[in-house]
């Protein structure tokens, strides 16, 4: 679609899907992801803004958060899941009792 370089973006609706954003600045704004295309993000700067899921991403987040509120191990294979995606080492397993 496009590709945006060093780029403000202030208190606007930007659709993420199918573009490359190099050096911009998201102000205040609704970023908007589907999940249909890539995006690329390279060295980009976000303040105060939120998302918006929408199609196969906004059915994706739904299901996340349904296991993790379904007990029977869900909240934590959706930790786990964050702690993959966010490169954050997994809690120390406690050491087994001694008889």
Known sequence: MADFSKKRFNKAMVVLDG???EQCEFNACTLVFSGV???KLTGSKITDCNWRFDGPAARTA???????ASGSGGKELIDATF??????AAPAMPEPALN
């Open 19 to 21: 573009n490359t954003f």
């Open 37 to 39: 295309a890539d995006v």
């Open 62 to 68: 739904q299901f996340m958060s349904a296991m993790y």
């Open 83 to 88: 702690r993959q995606l966010t490169g954050a």
